[in-house]
């Protein structure tokens, strides 16, 4: 039998090109087997654009000083100025306005010296006032107290004409009986009468007069009292009249700072570049066109000393970033090639660093965060590298395995948190 070969068997054996193909398969799936437990760089991909990171030297406008009409531009679109370089002169419309400014200048002068005179005068007026409050009170309180040992004698001596007057009574009147028994004298009893009549005369005049000091001694007080309220609202109207006169050298003085700034506009007809930078745009070209105060002149960037990225990453994923990350990044315009799983197969893209991120997000669902170029990957020169141009950026975290990363993309799981390893320092760059 083994000498016969049947045409069926043949037919049934397997053909080597299928046998190569299946061989090629199976490599292959092992091949794909072995890269799922390749090293695979986990990153957070971020869009942005480049700025400067110091937000006084960001592009602005540089404002019309005064009103008026732009008479010469000293410079032209694109051109890099220096601080205090003239950019462009402006002609106000009023030729008499310089004029005007000095002679308000000098009448607020003139006020100003004329209201402070006013207040040493009123101060004077205090100062003078208060002076004779205090001798008026003065001379009052020697008064009162006056009067008042007066009647603190007056009724010592009251007590001495009242004890006198008692004794003088009862005299009179056992000289009376004497007299009606005839044991004294007629004579006797006149003159117990008659020193009756003059105790009790002078101890009801030392009355009368006790009356009247203590009356006395009222109308001083009175006459104190209305004297210190006149004085005192006599001081306090001075005071206010003082205050208000220190206001008005207040608004006065105001004014004078008001129109020196003025004045100090209109002589500074002169725009010029407030720091070294370049004229972008020459926004007003119409020589005939009134200007305000205000108006925009001139787009300036001023030259930037430090360049970063600011790039917007989504919420999901800025738990997981922080300060110090390195990051790859590509800019617009430059060929690049960059997989964002092996960071060493790259080209075209320039290295990085987290340097701050926002603390709160101004767009829903994004945060933004500055990165910052490395020593050692320095990027673009500024002529080459111009401000505003886009970039997308890899921050780099964990490296996982590529089955792990496929398992978290399908599961949407977000990436791991940096361990540490990859923290980098300021100093090191």
Same mark, same amino acid.
């Given at each position: 039998?083994?000498?016969?070969?049947?045409?069926?068997?043949?037919?049934?054996?397997?053909?080597?090109?299928?046998?190569?193909?299946?061989?090629?398969?199976?490599?292959?799936?092992?091949?794909?087997?072995?890269?799922?437990?390749?090293?695979?760089?986990?990153?957070?991909?971020?869009?942005?654009?480049?700025?400067?990171?110091?937000?006084?030297?960001?592009?602005?406008?540089?404002?019309?000083?005064?009103?008026?009409?732009?008479?010469?531009?000293?410079?032209?679109?694109?051109?890099?100025?220096?601080?205090?370089?003239?950019?462009?002169?402006?002609?106000?419309?009023?030729?008499?306005?310089?004029?005007?400014?000095?002679?308000?200048?000098?009448?607020?002068?003139?006020?100003?010296?004329?209201?402070?005179?006013?207040?040493?005068?009123?101060?004077?007026?205090?100062?003078?006032?208060?002076?004779?409050?205090?001798? %008026?009170?003065?001379?009052?309180?020697?008064?009162?107290?006056?009067?008042?040992?007066?009647?603190?004698? +007056?009724?010592?001596?009251?007590?001495?004409?009242?004890?006198?007057?008692?004794?003088?009574?009862?005299?009179?009147?056992?000289?009376?009986?004497?007299?009606?028994?005839?044991?004294?004298?007629?004579?006797?009893?006149?003159?117990?009468?008659?020193?009756?009549?003059?105790?009790?005369?002078?101890?009801?005049?030392? %009355?009368?007069?006790?009356?009247?000091?203590?009356?006395?001694?009222?109308?001083?007080?009175?006459?104190?009292?209305?004297?210190?309220?006149?004085?005192?609202?006599?001081?306090?109207?001075?005071?206010?009249?003082?205050?208000?006169?220190?206001?008005?050298?207040?608004?006065?003085?105001?004014?004078?700072?008001?129109?020196?700034?003025?004045?100090?506009?209109?002589?500074?007809?002169?725009?010029?570049?407030?720091?070294?930078?370049?004229?972008?745009?020459?926004?007003?070209?119409?020589?005939?066109?009134?200007?305000?105060?205000?108006?925009?002149?001139?787009?300036?960037?001023?030259?930037?000393?430090?360049?970063?990225?600011?790039?917007?990453?989504?919420?999901?994923?800025?738990?997981?970033?922080?300060?110090?990350?390195?990051?790859?990044?590509?800019?617009?315009?430059?060929?690049?090639?960059?997989?964002?799983?092996?960071?060493?197969?790259?080209?075209?893209?320039?290295?990085?660093?987290?340097?701050?991120?926002?603390?709160?997000?101004?767009?829903?669902?994004?945060?933004? +965060?500055?990165?910052?170029?490395?020593?050692?990957?320095?990027?673009?020169?500024?002529?080459?590298?111009?401000?505003?141009?886009?970039?997308?950026?890899?921050?780099?975290?964990?490296?996982?395995?590529?089955?792990?990363?496929?398992?978290?993309?399908?599961?949407?799981?977000?990436?791991?948190?940096?361990?540490?390893?990859?923290?980098?320092?300021?100093?090191?760059?």
């Amino acid at each position: 039998m083994n000498n016969y070969q049947f045409k069926s068997v043949q037919d049934l054996e397997i053909h080597s090109l299928i046998k190569k193909i299946t061989l090629f398969t199976f490599l292959i799936f092992l091949a794909i087997l072995a890269m799922l437990f390749l090293p695979w760089q986990q990153t957070v991909t971020g869009y942005g654009k480049l700025i400067a990171y110091d937000p006084s030297q960001r592009d602005y406008a540089i404002l019309s000083t005064v009103n008026g009409f732009v008479e010469k531009y000293f410079v032209q679109e694109n051109e890099f100025v220096k601080k205090g370089q003239p950019l462009c002169q402006i002609v106000d419309k009023d030729q008499n306005l310089s004029q005007r400014f000095v002679e308000q200048e000098q009448l607020l002068l003139k006020q100003q010296i004329s209201t402070q005179e006013q207040i040493e005068i009123v101060k004077s007026q205090i100062v003078s006032l208060k002076l004779y409050y205090q001798n %008026g009170l003065k001379i009052y309180d020697t008064k009162l107290e006056q009067s008042k040992q007066k009647i603190e004698s +007056l009724h010592l001596q009251n007590e001495a004409m009242k004890k006198d007057f008692i004794i003088q009574e009862n005299q009179y009147k056992r000289m009376e009986s004497l007299k009606d028994i005839g044991i004294e004298s007629l004579r006797s009893y006149e003159k117990a009468k008659n020193e009756y009549l003059r105790s009790k005369m002078m101890y009801e005049k030392n %009355g009368i007069d006790i009356s009247i000091e203590e009356k006395n001694y009222h109308i001083l007080d009175d006459e104190k009292l209305k004297f210190s309220n006149k004085s005192e609202n006599s001081i306090g109207q001075l005071e206010r009249n003082l205050l208000q006169t220190k206001v008005s050298l207040k608004n006065i003085n105001t004014s004078i700072v008001s129109l020196k700034s003025k004045s100090e506009s209109y002589s500074s007809r002169v725009i010029k570049a407030p720091k070294d930078g370049i004229v972008v745009r020459i926004l007003q070209n119409d020589i005939n066109k009134l200007l305000k105060e205000g108006d925009k002149l001139i787009h300036f960037a001023p030259k930037v000393s430090q360049r970063s990225i600011l790039l917007k990453v989504s919420d999901f994923n800025m738990p997981l970033i922080k300060e110090n990350l390195p990051v790859r990044i590509m800019f617009y315009g430059w060929p690049a090639m960059q997989i964002s799983g092996w960071p060493t197969i790259s080209y075209g893209t320039f290295g990085g660093y987290v340097k701050s991120v926002e603390p709160l997000t101004h767009e829903e669902g994004a945060y933004y +965060l500055h990165v910052f170029e490395t020593k050692d990957e320095p990027w673009p020169d500024e002529n080459v590298l111009k401000l505003g141009t886009k970039a997308v950026a890899w921050i780099r975290l964990e490296t996982v395995s590529i089955w792990y990363q496929i398992w978290r993309y399908i599961n949407a799981m977000p990436p791991n948190m940096p361990s540490g390893g990859l923290e980098y320092h300021e100093q090191n760059y």
